[in-house]
């Protein structure tokens, strides 16, 4: 255990008694914070400047009502959030969230996560987040589309192509970015870079959905790279079967390795020979089916479904958690290290509990954070906003390019910090003490705000 500042100790304090019922916000600033004990044991500049203080505090947070109709003519109402977390280092970026769990607490630990995870892309990004309780499954199109019109026409006045720039998250994909960006377009008389993940022939990015899933398995190439391994030959269960479950997939099989697993809220499936080929794009008629189950894939093509399951009792090399915060707890740990998985690779955010991540860095698992590991959905995002600005659209290899260079750029900052701070090879660590240097000093530099 590192012994905590206690000037860390004093903000988690006050966090936790002023929104105690915050309970994933006070895990996300609890770990994060903790983290960074060294940096200020070394530094009192940041204590000076109540560095801490302020970055747990979000400079804005609009909740605003969403009204629509149902396909039977009834009006159902939902609530809206949009959070400006940190604009230090550029525009408010970060996904919108539409499902049934979404809550403020919610939002607020992914928007805080989100400030370091986009300093660590090297890319002018300062970190938000939003969303909806409004759960679109079961739902028909058509009132996806009256829910994504009612959302924009409240949050339109507060974003922009420079000053918040939202894209998607948990049920929010490139039908749902269509659909908002129709509506901002209407509202406002402008064709600009307001949304990421559009479609390619309006202003998206190629690679923006493939890039979350790449930049995990680039991160993970990485990590194995310092223990002389690589992806290839590798047997890799994956939880979730959402845009980010699907990218690992890809990515994976074309790196050499076998996609095993794949988890929904009914339960989990075992594919001996491997997601891969036509599999993998079924994972998208499963996503836009609005159904919600993985047995689906395992009535297809005849495999093990595993009831109420997760994937983590599967013997697996590698593990990337890719459903939702809090979906792999210290018995699914265990069960990983005696099955002999060496390397867990977030690519959901906070999916892994902290008594599991513990558990991974005594054992010397290789373990990275979302905010290092799925950074690659972001910075492409990034990268769209680069290609809206100059008013080009990049090749494929291209983009891909700049994401495999993020990636390993990140993956080089977490290491060298964590060395520096004294904990070599801890990737927790060095992700956040890295992407929390670039912030605290443009914090600084830009003076009492
Ligand atoms: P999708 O909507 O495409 O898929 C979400 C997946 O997570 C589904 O399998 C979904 O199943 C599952 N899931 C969501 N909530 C829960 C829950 N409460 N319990 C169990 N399973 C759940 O989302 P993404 O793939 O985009 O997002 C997955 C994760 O990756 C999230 O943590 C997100 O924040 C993170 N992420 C996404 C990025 C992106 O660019 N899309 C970038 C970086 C991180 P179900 O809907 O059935 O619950
Ligand atoms: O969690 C995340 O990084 C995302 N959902 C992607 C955010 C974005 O702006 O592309």
């Known amino acids: 255990m590192q012994k905590v500042n206690p000037y860390v100790s004093e903000v988690i304090e006050r966090v936790e008694k002023r929104f105690p019922w915050e309970k994933e916000f006070i895990q996300a600033v609890r770990e994060v914070l903790t983290s960074l004990s060294p940096v200020l044991d070394r530094n009192p500049i940041y204590k000076q400047m109540r560095i801490l203080e302020r970055i747990v505090e979000p400079e804005r947070v609009y909740q605003f009502r969403v009204p ?35 809550n403020l607490s919610i939002l607020k630990f992914l928007g805080f996560e989100q400030i370091f995870k986009n ?16 759960s679109p499954v079961g739902k028909s199109d058509n009132e996806i589309e009256n829910f994504c019109q009612s959302f924009m026409t409240a949050l339109y006045r507060h974003i922009g192509a420079n000053t918040d720039v939202p894209a998607g998250d948990i049920g929010v994909g490139g039908r749902e970015i269509g659909y908002l960006f129709g509506q901002y377009r209407r509202l406002t008389n402008l064709y ?46 994956v939880s979730g079967f959402g845009n980010v479950a699907w990218g690992v997939c890809k990515k994976v099989t074309e790196l050499g390795g076998k996609v095993v697993t794949l988890s929904g809220p009914d339960g989990c499936i075992y594919d001996k020979d491997g997601v891969k080929g036509e599999k993998i794009d079924y994972l998208l008629q499963m996503r836009a089916s609005g159904r919600d189950r993985v047995q689906d894939y395992a009535d297809k093509f005849k495999v093990e479904f595993h009831p109420g399951k997760r994937p983590w009792g599967i013997k697996c090399d590698l593990a990337f958690p890719c459903a939702t915060q809090n979906e792999l707890n210290e018995e699914d740990a265990k069960a990983l290290l005696k099955n002999g998985c060496i390397a867990v690779t977030e690519g959901a955010n906070m999916p892994v509990e902290p008594k599991a991540i513990d558990l991974f860095i005594e054992n010397k698992v290789l373990y990275s954070p979302g905010k290092a590991s799925n950074a690659g959905g972001v910075a492409c995002s990034g990268l769209e906003m680069t290609q809206n600005s100059i008013r080009m659209q990049w090749s494929a290899a291209e983009v891909d390019k700049h994401l495999h260079q993020i990636m390993v750029n990140i993956h080089k900052a977490c290491l060298e910090a964590a060395a520096e701070y004294g904990t070599p090879g801890n990737y927790q660590n060095g992700a956040n003490i890295a992407g929390f240097l670039k912030v605290a000093d443009a914090m600084i530099d830009q003076g009492n705000i």
């Open 68 to 102: 629509w109709k149902d396909d039977k003519g009834n009006i159902q109402v939902n609530t809206g959030y949009r959070i400006g977390f940190n604009s230090a280092l550029g525009p408010y970026k970060g996904g919108l969230r539409f499902h049934a769990s979404v």
């Open 119 to 134: 300093s660590l892309t090297g890319l002018p990004m300062g970190g938000g987040k939003g969303g909806s309780d409004f």
């Open 192 to 237: 600009d870079g307001v949304l990421t993940g559009k479609g390619v022939k309006w202003g998206g990015s190629l690679i923006r959905p493939e890039a979350t899933g790449y930049g995990a398995v680039y991160f993970c190439d990485e990590m194995l790279k310092t223990r002389g391994q690589s992806i290839s030959g590798k047997i890799v269960a």
